[in-house]
């Protein structure tokens, strides 16, 4: 268990930048997603911090220490790869127990025959096979001890990389995408059992991933990369509901996040929606405004603004509904309906949009999140909000 | 009304009894066509690989030579006479000791070879071409090149031997040391080979499994080397070592130019007795009987092989 922190990291791949000035401290016992488009550097980071990569300028620290001129065995890390890396020539039992083996038999030890009889290693590898045993107990794996890894399934094979990770109690994991080869209902088991498996061993976890639902349910805290660069650290609260960055917005949060094109009224800083005043109030400079689906609420007769339903999804718990505005023609949409509202059976017909006043979010042209509240009377609801 | 449906059963029971015939028909003229299809492939194989077979087996049991008009059977003659042959027991000595030789000596050269290769930042696709050569030209042509290094009196490898202290001599024409000259060749003309195997097979190794050992703690060339290149190599290996034997077992190009077995049969391999019994001294059934044992060792080795590569070596 231990802190890691991530300072001023730059990387480059020949002509192109991969990672630029790239900050992050991840306390101990802490579990953090690094998150972004296929890319992003998120991977680059990771195998920087096992040093399996080297960063071209600044340092890793890991619990205080400087590991910046240490081998990947010497940082004690555990990582579990994307494609598991298990030696497919070793049964599970032995694919366990390598790091141990590594650690306290000598090359002489580690002999095939000879190495048993040579002094030392039988007390060795009895306390080896003890704690493979106890790991693989935990993972419930105990009854694959014997197989080779071409013999088990996509989940049991991630168990097994795992198991091969925490039996060397390193001071933080690493885990690269650990859950893309899985099909999906794996993954959602899985994700709950890497969940509960941080809680257990409170150790530190950098957990790299494309899919925001799997940072979302899994981290402490997510950072958010984009072209090479952190772009927002924060809970998953945060970053859904208070994202920084335009394409942070964009990225988390399914269906995507609305962007509506706005129009700032001088002087009273009410924004206008194709003219419509949309009940709040933003800065001069924003060009555009975000609202989760969710904040969208979809009305057969009244509303902010009119539209055509374009497309509308059943999903049993919930209907998604896509709405092509008549002002906006250029703009769809989606809107989170709940259960049982029957908007499948009426595409085509119209429908009016308004929004949750307290959850809109503005961002200025560059795509940076500027200031923005409900203030003035709604004209859909003629009521006026009091606001400081 | 009524009439046009029952017209129209009748219609469709007569159908159906057509429909029966015309598939047994059909099944009998798809079998025959099958076997018609098949046919070109079964003369030649009969033709080319059973017939042969099967008369140079025929053959060992008659006391035919070449030229002669008629044969007369004569059992095991053949074989009786082989146990009591020195030269027999000579020549697959000989064979196993080629095979013996040529074998490691060429799998372990060309693991390293490919490893050194691998390891390069540039250059690769030279050195593949350099090593590669002597599997690409013919063997009876570098033999003669070989011939010609070994000579004693302006041959390199002697003039250079000499330099260090050694008689100049042809080593080819020594007793003790012409078998082990052909093994040089045998292993310096299958290196190559070889290499390209064990190139084939290490790029087949994924990255990450270096990484994740690296990570475990295993960060030596020779653990590298011992915990994954080594095992992940094994079907590759297990394919060298039985196409190389295969091929030390046929030795005879090396043989015929360089030594025609001498001297003192300290060079007589298999196929070369073969070849002196059935074209020097014209005892065909002779050389087919010897034919038959050399045939017994390729099977063994084949019987191996498709028993071990296909079920032992593979991990998935």
């Not at chain 1, 953090?32 to 972004?36: C, N, P």
């Not at chain 1, 609420?297 to 509303?303: A, E, K, L, R, V």
């Given at each position: 268990m231990?802190?890691?922190?991530?300072?001023n990291?730059?990387?480059r791949?020949?002509?192109?930048?991969?990672?630029?000035?790239?900050?992050?401290t991840?306390?101990k016992?802490e579990f953090?997603?690094?998150?972004?488009p296929?890319?992003?550097g998120?991977s680059?980071?990771?195998?920087?911090?096992?040093?399996?990569?080297?960063?071209?300028?600044?340092?890793?620290?890991?619990?205080?220490r400087?590991?910046?001129?240490?081998?990947p065995?010497?940082?004690?890390?555990?990582m579990?790869?994307?494609?598991?890396?298990?030696?497919?020539?070793?049964?599970?039992?032995?694919?366990?127990?390598?790091?141990?083996?590594?650690?306290?038999l000598?090359?002489?030890?580690?002999?095939?025959?000879?190495?048993r009889?040579?002094?030392g290693?039988?007390?060795?590898?009895?306390?080896i096979a003890?704690?493979?045993?106890?790991?693989?107990?935990?993972l419930?794996?105990?009854?694959?001890?014997?197989r080779k890894?071409?013999?088990l399934?996509g989940g049991?094979?991630?168990?097994?990389?795992?198991g091969?990770a925490?039996?060397c109690n390193?001071?933080?994991?690493?885990?690269?995408?650990?859950?893309?080869?899985?099909?999906?209902?794996?993954?959602?088991h899985?994700?709950?059992?890497?969940?509960?498996l941080h809680?257990?061993l409170?150790?530190?976890?950098?957990?790299?991933?494309?899919d925001?639902?799997?940072a979302?349910?899994?981290s402490?805290?997510?950072a958010?990369?984009?072209?090479?660069n952190?772009?927002q650290?924060g809970?998953?609260?945060e970053?859904?509901?208070?994202?920084?960055?335009i394409?942070?917005?964009e990225?988390i949060?399914?269906?995507?996040?609305?962007?509506?094109?706005?129009?700032v009224e001088?002087?009273?800083?009410?924004?206008?929606?194709?003219?419509?005043?949309?009940?709040v109030?933003?800065?001069a400079?924003?060009?555009?405004?975000g609202?989760?689906?969710?904040?969208v609420?979809?009305?057969?007769?009244?509303?902010l603004?009119?539209g055509?339903?374009?497309?509308?999804?059943?999903?049993?718990?919930?209907e998604?509904?896509?709405?092509?505005?008549?002002?906006?023609p250029?703009?769809?949409?989606t809107?989170?309906?709940?259960?049982g509202?029957g908007?499948?059976?009426?595409?085509?017909?119209?429908?009016?949009?308004?929004f949750d006043r307290?959850?809109?979010l503005?961002?200025?042209?560059?795509?940076?999140?500027?200031?923005?509240?409900?203030?003035?009377?709604?004209?859909a609801?003629?009521k006026?909000?009091?606001h400081g | 009304?009524?009439d046009?449906?029952?017209?129209?059963n009748?219609?469709?029971?007569a159908?159906?009894?057509a429909?029966?015939r015309?598939?047994?028909?059909?099944?009998?003229r798809?079998?025959?066509?099958?076997?018609?299809l098949?046919?070109?492939a079964?003369?030649?194989m009969g033709?080319l690989?059973?017939?042969?077979?099967?008369?140079?087996?025929?053959?060992?049991?008659?006391?035919y030579?070449?030229?002669n008009?008629?044969?007369d059977?004569r059992?095991l003659?053949?074989?009786?006479?082989?146990?009591?042959d020195?030269?027999?027991?000579?020549?697959?000595g000989?064979?196993?000791?080629?095979v013996?030789?040529v074998v490691?000596g060429?799998?372990v050269?060309?693991l390293?070879?490919a490893?050194?290769i691998?390891?390069l930042?540039?250059?690769k696709?030279?050195?593949?071409?350099v090593y590669?050569l002597?599997?690409?030209?013919?063997?009876?042509?570098?033999?003669?090149v070989w011939e010609?290094?070994m000579?004693a009196?302006?041959?390199?490898?002697?003039?250079?031997?000499?330099?260090?202290?050694?008689p100049?001599?042809?080593?080819l024409?020594?007793?003790?040391t012409?078998l082990?000259?052909l093994?040089i060749?045998g292993?310096?003309?299958?290196?190559?080979?070889n290499?390209v195997?064990?190139m084939?097979g290490?790029?087949?190794?994924?990255?990450?499994l270096y990484?994740?050992?690296?990570?475990?703690?295993?960060?030596?060339?020779?653990?590298?080397?011992?915990t994954i290149?080594?095992p992940?190599?094994a079907p590759?290996?297990?394919?060298v070592?039985?196409i190389?034997?295969?091929r030390s077992f046929q030795v005879?190009?090396?043989?015929?130019?360089?030594t025609?077995?001498?001297?003192?049969?300290?060079t007589?391999?298999l196929?070369?007795?073969?070849y002196?019994?059935?074209?020097?001294?014209?005892?065909?059934?002779?050389?087919?009987?010897?034919?038959?044992?050399?045939?017994v060792?390729?099977?063994?080795?084949?019987?191996?092989?498709?028993?071990t590569?296909?079920?032992?070596?593979?991990?998935?």
């Open positions: 231990a802190e890691v922190k991530i300072r990291v730059s990387k791949f020949g002509d192109t930048s991969v990672l630029e000035n790239a900050s992050l991840i306390a016992g953090v997603s690094l998150i972004g296929s890319g992003c998120k680059t980071l990771l195998r920087i911090i096992s040093g399996l990569e080297l960063q071209d300028a600044g340092q890793i620290t890991i619990a205080d400087v590991v910046d001129d240490l081998r065995s010497a940082r004690n890390l555990a579990v790869f994307q494609s598991y890396a298990l030696y497919p020539h070793l049964n599970v039992a032995s694919n366990i127990a390598m790091p141990l083996r590594m650690q306290r000598n090359s002489f030890q580690r002999l095939p025959v000879i190495g009889f040579l002094p290693s039988s007390a060795a590898n009895d306390g003890r704690q493979v045993r106890d790991a693989a107990e935990m419930d794996i105990s009854h694959l001890l014997e890894p071409g013999q399934s049991q094979r991630q168990r097994v990389a795992v091969r925490l039996v390193p001071a933080a994991f690493l885990l690269d995408e650990p859950l893309s080869n899985l099909d999906a209902k794996l993954r959602v899985m994700r709950t059992e890497i969940a509960q809680r257990r409170q150790a530190t976890f950098i957990y790299v991933t494309h925001q639902v799997e979302m349910t899994m402490d805290r997510i958010v990369m984009m072209d090479g952190i772009i650290t809970t998953p609260d970053v859904y509901d208070n994202p920084t960055d394409r942070v917005a990225f949060g399914s269906p995507k996040i609305n962007l509506i094109p706005v129009d001088p002087g009273r800083g009410v924004a206008l929606l194709a003219g419509a005043d949309s009940g109030v933003a800065e400079t924003a060009v555009c405004l609202v989760r689906p969710e904040a609420t979809i009305s057969p007769d009244n509303g603004l009119a055509t339903v374009e497309h509308a999804e059943n999903l049993g718990s919930e998604y509904v896509q709405v092509r505005l008549h002002a906006l250029d703009t769809l949409i809107s989170r309906a709940s259960h509202t908007w499948t059976r009426r595409v085509g017909s119209t429908a009016h949009v308004s307290d959850r809109i503005a961002f200025d042209g560059a795509g940076k999140r500027v200031a923005c509240q409900p203030g003035v009377p709604h004209p609801s003629g006026a909000v009091a | 009304m009524a046009v449906t029952l017209a129209g009748r219609y469709q029971a159908q159906k009894r429909d029966r015309r598939t047994s028909m059909r099944e009998f798809m079998q025959g066509l099958a076997w018609m098949a046919l070109p079964l003369f030649l033709m690989l059973l017939g042969p077979l099967l008369a140079v087996v025929l053959l060992s049991f008659t006391d030579s070449l030229g008009g008629s044969l059977w059992g003659d053949n074989y009786q006479a082989m146990l009591g020195d030269i027999f027991y000579k020549s697959i000989n064979t196993l000791a080629y013996g030789i490691p060429s799998l050269l060309g390293g070879a490893l050194l691998e390891s930042t540039r250059g696709a030279f050195w593949r071409a590669f002597p599997v690409m030209a013919t063997l009876i042509a570098m033999a003669i010609f290094m000579s009196r302006f041959g390199i490898i002697p003039q250079t031997l000499a330099l260090l202290g050694f100049a001599k042809n080593w024409q020594e007793t003790a012409a082990p000259v093994c060749i292993i310096w003309q299958s290196l190559g080979f290499m195997l064990f084939a290490l790029s087949g190794i994924p990255r990450s990484e994740a050992l690296e990570l475990d703690g295993g960060s030596s060339a020779w653990t590298r080397f011992w290149t080594w992940m190599l590759v290996t297990m394919f070592v039985i190389t034997a295969i005879f190009d090396t043989v015929h130019v360089l025609k077995g001498g001297p003192n049969n300290a007589m391999v196929i070369y007795q073969i002196q019994e059935g074209f020097d001294f014209f005892r065909s059934s002779y050389a087919a009987a010897l034919t038959v044992v050399f045939l060792f390729i099977f063994i080795l084949t019987v191996i092989k498709a028993r590569i296909e079920n032992k070596v593979h991990y998935s």
